[in-house]
């Protein structure tokens, strides 16, 4: 069993569904994001919001996934203050939602002075509500924009264990493996993470407060990111009990604390949402072996650079 | 007369554990004497946290209680979060274009927990015409379970929804693959139109090679045409044991003394309907 803590399924197929659930991937949590372009009306957000809460939760329990999200305003869109006051007024109303996980993810893209006003002011939120934070953190300046985003969490007094900074690399894990953040990495081709680099930092650290997602949306990327990592670090000696932690245990005991994803909610699941919102899962039913590809992949189709 | 927000209630409080039930009385009355939108949408995004989702527990006699307070409301299904969500809405949504306003905001940024429970409180809502548009949109959900939040155990779509949307609502959940069995009002609203509707349905199924299910004749047999005769007379030649059975029951509902004489070409099915063992419950069971 695999848990994909980060996926935009919100832009992708029945085919990824299909395809994650046949290769064991038993729950996605689904970050609140840009779009690839920026909104430009509250509506739209709420509409997303409600969408990643709403329709696409069903849709993923039509494939036998059980979909969780969180929420917040990102950091590219708190650019536009028009945007982000507005977004921040109905924020509150979509934080409490049934399987809302997080504040997230937000934190700094160019860090600009908005980035940073609409930071704090969802960590307080956070706060209030007593939910976990996702952070994103940014592609360009990442090292010191990681830094400075756990600065700003302590600054504002939220435990490190309620935060998780997300999209990781070499440069950045050790420091925050040293604040007590989790630290989770993105495989996602060509810009974040590879997954043979990812092989190699569960090697060096361990698996305690790591784990790994994919990040797949609508740019080049793949929903099968967690379990072809598991498959490599398998195939590179890895323990089967780090490899779990980092794909499964962690990502639960990080999110679990906002107390809306339970193991049982698949491997138990209530009557009524079997018989409507979760089309069970026969992989655990024990009717199939989890699987990548109908034949056991070679270690080049498992790579994602 | 106790009314049904009062028969919520009190049924809570009965269930709940002190702490809970303290909640619950606290929001309700904070929400009772007007609060900001903030506190009162927080307060029903709570309720599933605070106090849980169990069942109702229901007794014949809270039905029956139920019933007379509003006729047709049946919450033998209802869960304690979704009771629970609906007093704090009846509590603090006001009434008028105020309560309209408050249930359409809630709507907008609803979870699917929470739009299941909105619509299933449709017939406790103050002037029940305003939520017409509403409940039409429920009706069209491709999510089944907001569907049958709308078209099952409610009687809000029966008393409020003209002949397009009705024939639309039985339409789809023809199509959704759901049962017409516990939609309330389903033989008093059959019409002619209907009938048509799903007649057509049958053809494009049965060109199609797809089966079809054998309720879509209970709302046939009342206002049935030669053509939807000749339909049934397809059914009972060559359809399996559950549609010969829907077919006689349609045809025991149909005024027409062509209906009776085919009736009366199956012996079986006449025996069987004359000692009651068959009805759309049961079919509707499979």
Not at chain 1, 117 to 125: T, V
Not at chain 1, 187 to 205: D, L
């Given at each position: 069993?695999?848990?994909?803590?980060?996926?935009?399924?919100?832009?992708?197929?029945?085919?990824?569904?299909?395809?994650?659930?046949?290769?064991?991937?038993?729950?996605?949590?689904?970050?609140?994001?840009?779009?690839?372009?920026?909104?430009?009306?509250?509506?739209?957000?709420?509409?997303?919001?409600?969408?990643?809460?709403?329709?696409?939760?069903?849709?993923?329990?039509?494939?036998?996934?059980?979909?969780?999200?969180?929420?917040?305003?990102?950091?590219?869109?708190?650019?536009n203050e028009e945007l982000a006051e507005a977004v921040m007024e109905i924020l509150p109303r979509f934080a409490l939602k049934e399987g809302v996980v997080a504040i997230g993810e937000i934190g700094y893209d160019e860090q600009t002075d908005l980035e940073d006003?609409?930071?704090?002011?969802?960590?307080?939120?956070a706060k209030e509500l007593d939910l976990p934070v996702m952070v994103h953190t940014p592609h360009r300046d990442?090292?010191?924009?990681?830094?400075?985003?756990?600065?700003?969490?302590?600054?504002?007094?939220?435990?490190?264990?309620?935060?998780?900074?997300?999209?990781?690399?070499?440069?950045?894990?050790?420091?925050?493996?040293?604040?007590?953040?989790?630290a989770a990495?993105?495989?996602?081709?060509?810009?974040?993470?590879?997954?043979?680099?990812?092989?190699?930092?569960?090697?060096?650290?361990?698996?305690?407060?790591?784990?790994?997602?994919?990040?797949?949306?609508?740019?080049?990327?793949d929903p099968l990111a967690v379990p072809k990592t598991a498959e490599l670090m398998r195939r590179g000696g890895i323990p089967e009990t780090q490899i779990r932690k980092v794909t499964y245990e962690n990502p639960l005991a990080a999110y679990g604390q906002s107390g809306q994803i339970n193991e049982a909610d698949w491997l138990d699941p209530p009557p009524i949402d079997q018989r409507t919102l979760y089309m069970g899962n026969s992989i655990l039913r024990g009717g199939q072996e989890p699987r990548i590809a109908d034949r056991a992949p070679r270690s080049d189709e498992l790579r994602i650079r | 007369m106790t009314t049904a927000a009062e028969l919520l209630v009190r049924w809570l409080d009965r269930q709940l554990d002190e702490p809970r039930r303290a909640w619950l009385q606290e929001q309700r009355v904070r929400l009772a004497s007007g609060c900001s939108d903030r506190d009162f949408y927080l307060a029903i995004s709570y309720v599933p946290r605070k106090l849980g989702k169990a069942d109702l527990a229901l007794s014949t006699s809270d039905l029956a209680a139920a019933e007379a307070a509003r006729p047709g409301w049946d919450p033998s299904d209802w869960s304690v979060d979704q009771a629970a969500r609906i007093v704090l809405l009846l509590a603090g949504g006001g009434t008028g274009d105020a309560f309209a306003q408050r249930l359409r905001q809630l709507f907008v940024t609803a979870d699917i927990g929470e739009t299941i429970t909105f619509y299933r409180g449709l017939p406790l809502y103050p002037d029940p015409p305003r939520h017409v548009a509403r409940a039409r949109e429920g009706a069209r959900s491709g999510m089944r379970p907001i569907f049958e939040a709308v078209a099952h155990h409610n009687p809000y779509?029966?008393?409020?929804?003209?002949?397009?949307?009705?024939?639309?609502?039985?339409?789809?959940?023809?199509f959704i693959d759901t049962t017409l069995d516990p939609i309330r009002g389903l033989d008093a609203r059959a019409n002619p139109a209907l009938m048509r509707m799903l007649c057509d349905y049958a053809h494009e199924r049965w060109a199609a090679g797809r089966p079809v299910s054998p309720e879509l004749w209970r709302c046939v047999g009342p206002h049935a045409?030669?053509?939807?005769?000749?339909?049934?007379?397809?059914?009972?030649?060559?359809?399996?044991?559950?549609?010969?059975?829907?077919?006689?029951l349609a045809l025991a509902a149909c005024p027409r003394a062509e209906a009776r004489a085919m009736l009366a070409g199956e012996p079986e099915l006449s025996a069987a309907l004359a000692a009651g063992r068959l009805s759309w419950r049961v079919l509707a069971e499979g």
């Open positions: 069993m695999y848990i994909d803590s980060h996926t935009h399924m919100i832009s992708r197929t029945t085919d990824d569904y299909e395809r994650m659930a046949a290769a064991g991937v038993v729950a996605c949590i689904e970050p609140a994001f840009w779009l690839g372009q920026p909104r430009t009306h509250v509506g739209t957000y709420i509409d997303y919001l409600s969408m990643i809460c709403g329709f696409e939760r069903f849709r993923a329990g039509q494939f036998g996934l059980r979909h969780y999200c969180t929420v917040g305003l990102n950091s590219k869109e708190a650019n006003k609409y930071f704090r002011l969802q960590i307080e939120l990442k090292k010191r924009g990681t830094t400075r985003s756990m600065d700003v969490v302590e600054e504002h007094g939220l435990a490190p264990s309620r935060v998780v900074i997300d999209h990781n690399n070499e440069e950045t894990v050790r420091e925050v493996l040293d604040r007590g953040f989790w990495f993105s495989i996602y081709p060509f810009t974040k993470m590879g997954n043979e680099r990812m092989v190699e930092i569960v090697r060096a650290y361990g698996a305690e407060r790591i784990f790994c997602d994919s990040a797949c949306d609508w740019g080049i990327s | 779509p029966a008393e409020q929804f003209d002949e397009l949307a009705w024939n639309h609502l039985v339409l789809k959940a023809l045409d030669d053509a939807a005769l000749e339909d049934l007379r397809r059914v009972l030649a060559t359809g399996g044991g559950r549609e010969r059975e829907a077919a006689a």
